[in-house]
């Protein structure tokens, strides 16, 4: 029928179709996908209320005419909206609820149609419905917890009363992306069908609803009542799934034991009066600095997409490529390289190195094979995609060279130059290094235009970034091409302008710095790490140090030391526990001893303990003993850190603030809900950090800030504006 539509707005309109029933439609105009801006959900109330004038209908359909059904709120919004005060943020939720309660309340039956993604918003506009038929290529889920939130539309009064308290606080404190046929197996949705099937599978259930053959009213009655739990089951659920969450989530995140509260204080209520409680415990929430961290964390990662998207489009496909060195870092990235389908030559000095390598990646497909994610055949093409060799027979067929042979200037610029030799006009060589300058590199090609660092992490098969390091000579086309190749390897390039450490271990060597003089006056090394790790990072720094390689970490150190000499060169004439644990080779987890003692256990898992030695070769380079307060901890490490990126984003070493932020996340594991280092900043506030920084100003220049910090807080600017 091709009636005016009952209502049209600027993302859904509202028409009736043959016999009776009605359609409301998302169809977000000018937009690819649809999403809940504040002006969705107003329409959605206005729809709401023209099927409910209209007396002649027998129900609903909600469909989505994009490939998407709804991706979830509008995120953009998040910042301003959670500016305002608790008391504003709770009568926006209370009024928007309005408009999903007025879809419940329909004097006819409802029926979703899920024909894509349908995430936080986007889902409990399905709940809001009586039924849901899903498509099988759908993709549900609660997903708010992600970002230090819950669902704040109904989610956690309707989806506990659907499928049950301890299905519904698995999926809103885990927040994870549901299949259909999960879904349909604890009744989030009612039935899952062929994505060309959906339509008539949805409208059939719904005639069949609306001619009494399914009881609508009592699932509603069922989303609008009480949680049906006796005490028992209550008490069972909510204490063991509070004493779960406290210890998965821990006191960093805070959002998913609050969701559990609310369900658990909404139980006895009705739909209203639990939805009230959502909205007051959701303003809570909104207003903490995780959810602001890990909402900016969110909107970041996906400007750096489309940077790396805009990469892609500038830059040439690498159809095939060859990797120089097959050790640690030469083997991850071929294998890597050949997973995401780019075939590639391994090419080493040592058969032994290439048997290695070899291994290594057939170790990595068998466990895909093992856990289904691979089947034999694939993986077995996979490992046949990467070839090793010994010569640079069929160098000139390659796109790109990615050499990770020794950390050595004079053999890498050797192989450098012989490589260039060896392979067609333009073809891109990158290096692997982790400290040597790329300015310094280049001098050994003749084509710098097509030379710059590609800096991948270990395990590369695990680390998300890649440091693409561009030297003065290097043409765009080649920054664009590795940039796209490391996003075709299932990477996020953030490109960096070559310095000493590049962007990553130059902002973390600062950190360490600040560990070393923590030790030095007489902090405990044990101490430190529980209280860094309490901090958010996934190991402290004498941990990580250990796992870095003492050795490896005392080798930067110096690169670093002769680049940045005002603040990061020893020049105080006395050891550092660093010089200590080299010099009696104590090189960390690599030879079972560094600032820890590890043994492996019975799983074969390396096992750490304090080792008494450790506090013996310390003494000498100790100024006694103290117990550093835990602020004072944190502060000798993170002012360090942040001056450093502060420094890095004044000397243009990257564009923007997003990217010094997202590379430290992705590349040291900066804590997430903190949202980076000028996150951070900003959180704490620019006055507040040049206070501190004036505290240990007797520490020397790493704690010095810079012009740019005091014009910052002069003007009360942040890196991340609301
Ligand atoms: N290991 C890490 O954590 C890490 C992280 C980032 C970057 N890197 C960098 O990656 C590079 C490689 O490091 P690694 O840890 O894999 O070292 P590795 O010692 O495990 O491997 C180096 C390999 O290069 C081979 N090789 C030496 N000369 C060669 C030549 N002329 N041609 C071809 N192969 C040659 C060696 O036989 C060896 O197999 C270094 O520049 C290192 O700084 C290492």
Redesign the pocket.
């Known amino acids: 029928m091709s009636n005016a539509p009952m209502f049209q707005g600027q993302s859904l309109l509202v028409e009736k179709i043959d016999n009776g029933y009605a359609e409301l439609r998302f169809d977000r105009q000018g937009d690819a996908i649809n999403k809940f801006d504040a002006a969705t959900v107003k329409e959605l109330g206005q729809a709401a209320e023209a099927l409910k004038k209209d007396g002649a209908i027998k129900g609903l359909i909600v469909t989505s005419a994009k490939d998407v059904f709804i991706v979830g709120a509008d995120i953009t919004e998040f910042g301003a909206s959670f500016q305002r005060s608790e008391e504003d943020i709770v009568g926006w939720l209370e009024e928007s609820n309005k408009s999903f309660s007025a879809i419940e309340d329909l004097p006819f039956p409802t029926v979703t149609a899920i024909n894509g993604i349908a995430l936080g918003g986007g889902f409990e506009m399905a709940l809001s419905t009586d039924y849901r038929v899903s498509s099988s290529t759908a993709v549900i889920g609660l997903p708010e917890a992600k970002l230090g939130l819950f669902p704040g539309f109904g989610g956690t009064v309707r989806l506990p009363r659907l499928i049950g308290a301890d299905n519904a606080i698995e999926w809103i404190a885990g927040g994870e992306q549901q299949k259909p046929d999960a879904a349909l197996k604890v009744h989030a949705v009612d039935a899952v069908v062929a994505p060309d099937k959906l339509r008539a599978a949805a409208l059939k259930l719904l005639q069949q609803a609306a001619e009494g053959k399914y009881d609508w009213k009592a699932r509603r009655a069922q989303k609008t009542g009480k949680l049906q739990l006796n005490p028992i089951e209550a008490m069972m659920v909510f204490s063991t799934s509070k004493a779960f969450i406290a210890g998965q989530a821990g006191k960093n995140y805070p959002a998913p034991l609050a969701a559990v509260s609310a369900i658990e204080k909404a139980a006895g209520k009705g739909r209203d009066e639990a939805l009230k409680i959502e909205s007051q415990a959701f303003a809570k929430i909104a207003k903490t600095t995780q959810a602001d961290a890990l909402i900016g964390l969110f909107l970041n990662d996906q400007l750096i997409k489309k940077k790396g998207k805009a990469y892609v489009k500038a830059g040439k496909k690498v159809q095939h490529a060859a990797v120089?060195?097959?050790?640690?870092?030469?083997g991850g990235i071929s294998y890597q390289s050949a997973v995401k389908g780019v075939p590639v030559i391994m090419?080493?000095?040592?058969d032994k190195?290439l048997d290695l390598g070899m291994e290594e990646a057939n170790k990595l497909l068998s466990k895909q094979v093992e856990r289904k994610k691979l089947t034999p055949e694939k993986a077995g093409h996979i490992l046949s995609t990467i070839r090793p060799t010994l010569n640079y027979g069929d160098f000139k067929t390659v796109d790109i060279v990615v050499e990770?042979?020794?950390?050595n200037p004079k053999?890498?610029k050797s192989?450098l130059a012989e490589t260039e030799a060896q392979v067609k006009e333009g073809t891109i060589i990158a290096s692997?290094?982790?400290?040597i300058s790329i300015d310094e590199l280049a001098t050994a090609v003749k084509h710098p235009e097509n030379f710059l660092g590609m800096?991948?992490?270990?395990p590369v098969h695990r680390m998300p970034l890649v440091e693409v390091i561009y030297g003065e000579k290097t043409s765009k086309e080649a920054i664009a091409t590795v940039a796209a190749y490391a996003a075709a390897m299932g990477k996020t390039p953030i490109v960096v302008k070559n310095c000493p450490g590049f962007l990553v271990n130059r902002i973390l060597f600062p950190y360490f710095y600040g560990f070393l003089g923590a030790l030095r006056d007489g902090a405990d090394f044990v101490k430190i790490d529980k209280v860094m790790e309490g901090f958010g990072w996934p190991m402290g720094p004498a941990y990580l140090q250990d796992v870095v390689g003492i050795d490896?970490s005392h080798h930067v150190g110096d690169v670093l030391a002769e680049g940045y000499p005002d603040r990061m060169k020893n020049t105080t004439g006395e050891k550092t526990a660093l010089d200590v644990m080299y010099e009696n080779k104590r090189f960390g987890q690599k030879n079972g001893v560094g600032f820890y003692k590890y043994e492996t256990d019975p799983k074969g898992k390396p096992k750490k303990f304090a080792d008494p030695t450790t506090y013996e070769l310390l003494k000498p380079v100790q100024k006694g003993q103290v117990d550093m307060s835990e602020e004072e901890i944190i502060d000798r490490h993170m002012l360090p850190m942040i001056i450093e990126t502060v420094r890095c984003l004044d000397d243009g070493i990257v564009e923007t603030p997003t990217e010094a932020d997202m590379g430290l996340i992705m590349g040291i594991g900066f804590p997430p809900f903190r949202g980076g280092a000028l996150k951070y900043a900003d959180t704490i506030g620019m006055k507040t950090i040049l206070d501190k920084c004036a505290k240990y100003a007797h520490l020397g220049k790493l704690y010095e800030p810079t012009e740019s910090m005091k014009k910052m807080a002069a003007e009360g600017r942040l890196y991340f504006p609301k």
């Open positions: 120089l060195g097959a050790g640690i870092m030469g090419k080493d000095i040592a190195a990770a042979v020794v950390e053999i890498k192989v692997n290094t982790s400290s800096h991948f992490f270990n490896t």
